[in-house]
């Protein structure tokens, strides 16, 4: 039997934070044609096959992308970069285009996190053990009565959120941590030297009217060489990577400077008339890339092209380096040295072909069943069934009725997103035990719109309260990890800081007139001229003009701009605000937008008539 311990949740770490392609390697690709290196070729002809097998095995996660290539002058394509794209572009496999029609496609898209978790579940339905909110604490050891040497047996393991520890017996103990793999090596081995050299890799989400919906781009010559990815996803853009020296951390944060590049980038793509804001950045997040050098190589400082397998001298097994696209193969390659080492047994591999949870009934439309036979709304029936495959029926049997006409069941979380309150109880049963993990992994929202999984939380902590019978205390501390998440780690601080950043009012010298029409907007709202506004002024001035908003969504859209954390927005503030808006450094303001359009219509509904208001001769 097998057993499987994560630290955290399933793909909490960089399994969710990649660029979410299934590609063969282009730079590999090209390499091997320019410096006729064979074992880049060999690297790329395994990342294809593999790239085909996970778009198989896991139809409802996975689907082709086409990729463009920007060349701007003609004999910008030598012959060799023909071939390149012709080889790397060309498939024996038909893809799918639509529901309808196959058509040849360039590389592979996927949910990396719900991918992840799909193969923990597979696991588990063969048998497997898993177990999230495990650490290792150390490494068990026996000797061995012919050798006398000690052998790894086991570990020693603690449940996070219990505290519980409890010791787990193993004839093989493989290290598959990714960036943290020296820290399992050094419990091994104390002497054991470093072999990872982690990369920050940083990506971004823009609104995804800045992409087209099934085509991405790629392009290898950057200003400063780095290839920079510009793809679909899950209706919005991403927008990356980055490649910086970082230091370990469970919890990697974006910088800001690594958005602005990235940014700065992306502007190169697009028409001129077209501007790309700092404001439009929806969420942004950094991904640890566990780059190694081989421990067995005689050129220990050399990054390995690949990744590499290692068996120490006690038995334990480690793999480390490579990348989503082979990691079938790679735990191929790791399960063969640990039954070699190990003395295990077992036939051959059978995993190429095995499909992973929720693909076994899915077909392309399936949605419209989830429509027909539930009352789901078109959107959220796509979505369940691109999420959860044939398991989407058990997420939709869960899922309460609205009270309207249509949808008939399905309450969303948010309103612009399609997931639904459904998904956290279905989540719990797929080893959800924070807020985190429903926002992160679960569902993706906090990698789609930090705004939105703020909105979110408060719903979905009473949810799981509910079901994980939380106490109220439990409640507060889950609703605080997870903002503190957003707010670090998915780049809800760099969102905010454009405008908390912005201390002047810094509008030219020719839109100095400006500071006077938002001080006369602001004081519509300031009737008795206190300096400030607060949730009582918004109210008055929208009913004045027949608007209603919720009580607790109005108080939501000032403390947005609420820079002191005071109850209400002094005209400082609101300056502030407009002047980070003009720049670009802050878009979609609810706050800014909702007092424009409040002002239009009390301007168009002018002054009062005498004959009106009761008054005259």
Same mark, same amino acid.
């Given at each position: ?18 660029? =979410? ?23 790329? =002809?395994?990342? /294809? ?16 992308? $086409?990729?463009?290539? &920007? ?25 799918? +285009? ?41 490494? /068990? ?19 996070? *959120? ?89 919890? &990697? ?36 890339? $566990? ?11 050399? *990054? ?49 072909? /095995? ?26 029936? @796509? ?7 044939? =398991?989407?029926?058990?997420?939709? =049997? ?8 249509? &949808? *008939? ?38 990698? +789609?719109?930090? @705004? ?10 009473? *949810? ?83 608007? @209603? ?21 002094? +005209?400082?503030?609101?300056? @502030? ?16 937008? /909702? ?23």
């Amino acid at each position: 039997s097998t057993a499987l311990v994560e630290r955290n949740d399933f793909s909490s770490g960089t399994s969710s934070r990649s660029t =979410k392609l299934i590609h063969g390697g282009v730079r590999y690709l090209q390499k091997a044609i320019m410096k006729l290196d064979y074992e880049q070729y060999m690297m790329v =002809k395994e990342a /294809l096959h593999e790239r085909s097998n996970l778009l198989d095995i896991a139809p409802h996660l996975s689907a082709p992308l $086409p990729i463009m290539l &920007p060349v701007y002058k003609w004999w910008q394509l030598t012959f060799k970069e023909i071939f390149l794209l012709c080889f790397y572009f060309s498939s024996t496999h038909s893809y799918r +285009l639509s529901p309808f029609i196959s058509s040849p496609l360039a590389t592979g898209q996927h949910n990396d996190a719900r991918m992840n978790l799909a193969i923990a579940l597979t696991a588990a339905r063969h048998g497997a053990a898993i177990a999230n909110y495990t650490e290792v604490v150390h490494l /068990l050891k026996n000797t061995d009565a012919g050798t006398g040497k000690e052998k790894v047996c086991g570990a020693r393991c603690r449940d996070v *959120i219990t505290g519980n520890e409890f010791d787990i017996r193993a004839k093989c103990v493989i290290n598959a941590t990714g960036p943290f793999t020296d820290s399992l090596r050094k419990m091994d081995d104390g002497k054991n030297t470093n072999i990872c050299q982690p990369s920050a890799g940083v990506h971004i989400v823009i609104p995804g009217y800045y992409s087209p919906d099934n085509m991405g781009l790629l392009d290898p010559a950057t200003s400063d060489g780095r290839v920079i990815f510009f793809l679909p996803w899950e209706k919005m853009t991403i927008a990356g990577t980055t490649d910086t020296p970082t230091d370990i951390t469970a919890h &990697p944060i974006p910088r800001e400077e690594d958005i602005n590049f990235i940014l700065n980038e992306v502007r190169n793509y697009l028409s001129p008339d077209v501007e790309v804001r700092r404001g439009d950045v929806l969420a942004a997040w950094s991904g640890i890339r $566990p780059l190694v050098t081989d421990p067995n190589s005689k050129d220990t400082q050399s *990054i390995c092209r690949n990744h590499i397998v290692n068996v120490s001298d006690s038995g334990l097994v480690t793999i480390a380096g490579g990348k989503w696209t082979t990691y079938r193969s790679m735990a191929e390659e790791t399960l063969d040295a640990a039954v070699a080492a190990h003395r295990l047994g077992g036939g051959p591999s059978k995993t190429v072909g /095995l499909v992973l949870e929720g693909g076994q009934d899915w077909t392309p439309t399936l949605y419209i069943r989830l429509v027909q036979d539930y009352g789901l709304e078109n959107e959220v029936a @796509q979505h369940l069934a691109a999420t959860y495959g044939g =398991k989407a029926f058990d997420v939709a =049997k869960m899922a309460r009725v609205t009270g309207k006409r249509w &949808p *008939i069941v399905g309450n969303r979380l948010v309103s612009e997103f399609p997931y639904i309150e459904s998904e956290v109880r279905y989540a719990v049963k797929e080893y959800a035990c924070t807020a985190i993990d429903v926002i992160a992994r679960r569902t993706r929202l906090g990698f +789609l719109n930090v @705004q939105a999984a703020d909105e979110a939380l408060p719903r979905i902590v009473d *949810i799981m309260g509910k079901m994980l019978d939380w106490s109220d205390a439990k409640r507060t501390e889950e609703l605080e990890a997870a903002k503190k998440f957003l707010y670090l780690e998915m780049g809800y601080r760099s969102r905010s800081e454009q405008l908390t950043g912005t201390t002047e009012i810094t509008l030219d010298t020719q839109e100095l007139c400006l500071i006077d029409r938002y001080t006369n907007r602001f004081h519509k709202f300031d009737k008795d001229s206190k300096g400030f506004i607060t949730t009582v002024d918004v109210q008055r001035v929208l009913q004045n003009i027949s608007v @209603q908003i919720d009580e607790n969504a109005l108080h939501e859209i000032l403390n947005e701009v609420d820079l002191n954390k005071n109850g209400q927005v002094e +005209l400082n503030e609101f300056l @502030q605000l407009m002047s980070a808006v003009k720049k670009g450094q802050v878009s979609d303001s609810r706050l800014a937008i /909702l007092m424009k359009t409040a002002e239009e219509s009390l301007d168009l509904r002018g002054p009062v008539t005498v004959d009106r208001s009761g008054g005259g001769v």
